[in-house]
């Protein structure tokens, strides 16, 4: 199965921004939601944001809203989070996952069934 596969992550001080990507490798997912999750230590992963294929209305979790930003680069083949005013809770692994169903409009309840997750990216802000 094809995995997604992230980038970008890195030590940053709170504050400061970082910019994560996720390519998927051998298949495009331009007619699939992709959303950005993360798993804190000790914590169960969380949706942090998502768009739709067509890269309208991106959803975002409340704890990002105003900070994070996701955009989808089709000639690229990636979704991307750039995420600024970092703070020390946003230490995490971040994942990059799509949603196996074509057009869906994403949802935090979709998201619950996306798919095709890849290895993760750290971030860590320090404070």
């Known amino acids: 199965q094809v995995q997604l596969r992230e980038s970008g992550g890195g030590v940053v001080q709170a504050g400061g921004s970082l910019r994560l990507s996720c390519a998927a490798p051998?298949?495009?997912?331009?007619?699939?939601?992709m959303g950005w999750f993360r798993q804190a230590p000790g914590k169960e992963r969380e949706f942090v944001g998502g768009?739709?294929?067509?890269?309208?209305?991106?959803l975002y979790a409340e704890f990002v809203k105003g900070r994070f930003a996701i955009s989808r680069d089709k000639a690229e083949n990636t979704v991307n989070l750039q995420m600024n005013s970092l703070k020390p809770e946003d230490t995490a692994v971040y994942f990059c996952?799509?949603?196996?169903?074509?057009?869906?409009?994403?949802?935090?309840?979709?998201?619950?069934?996306?798919?095709?997750w890849g290895q993760g990216t750290q971030v860590t802000v320090s404070s």
């Open positions: 768009v739709n294929w067509n890269g309208d209305s991106p």
């Open positions: 051998g298949r495009t997912f331009n007619i699939n939601a």
């Open positions: 996952a799509a949603d196996p169903l074509p057009f869906r409009p994403i949802t935090e309840q979709s998201s619950t069934s996306f798919d095709f």
